[in-house]
């Protein structure tokens, strides 16, 4: 399987390491999880939906804020908002404001949130960009992600597998180069 990974990070430390260098760009890094989404997702099928624009857009205000700074201000900055610019997941059922949440079941199919988790938001407020919403088993009730209303979530690392779940769109997500980081929840 092909996959976009010359540029990604291998963990948050190493991320913001290489945005205080200015290595690359967080616009940058955001477009290559997203290039790996789309070469690897019609397989893996891990994301419900991928929040394109808005990413990018959150990824070049953090680059502006990279811009105007020096490096010991930047570094300031990151110790103060400790996901900067970190591209993370979440599984579809934890709310974000005026996004679907549906909790992977054909039930809630057109539901929008009406607000925004608190888990979600502190992250937000952290920093973190999110790239869209993940997979599971239907009302987190599983242990496959094989149970979703909207498909079989594969295993990454060996396709004749599921991912395990019920958040197993989340691990499929960091797995797959999809995220750095994603969000499930406990069934």
């Known amino acids: 399987m092909e996959t976009f990974t010359h540029i990604l990070p291998d963990s948050i430390t190493d991320f913001h390491e290489n945005i205080l260098a200015r290595k690359y760009t967080v616009e940058e890094v955001v477009r ?6 789309e070469l690897t997702d019609t397989e893996i ?6 929040y394109t624009e808005e990413a990018v857009l959150h990824a070049r205000a953090c680059d502006g804020i990279v811009a105007e700074k020096t490096r ?13 610019g970190v ?25 929008t949130a009406s607000y925004t988790a608190t888990a979600i938001q502190k992250i937000l407020d952290a920093g973190a960009i999110c790239l869209g919403r993940v997979n599971m088993d239907e009302f987190a009730m599983g ?13 990454p690392k060996n396709t004749a597998y599921v991912s395990g779940g019920s958040s197993g769109g989340s691990a499929a997500a960091v797995a797959m180069h999809g995220c750095l980081f994603a969000l499930g929840s406990d069934t």
């Open 45 to 50: 099928h891990a994301f419900l939906e991928v």
């Open 87 to 111: 591209p993370f997941a979440v599984k579809d059922n934890i709310c974000m404001i005026d996004k679907k949440t549906t909790a992977s079941s054909k039930i809630l199919e057109n539901y």
């Open 143 to 155: 242990g496959s992600t094989e149970n979703s209303a909207f498909g079989v979530t594969k295993n």
């Open 32 to 37: 290559a999880y997203i290039k790996n989404i």
């Open 72 to 84: 010991e201000e930047l570094a300031s900055y990151i110790q103060k908002h400790k996901l900067f």
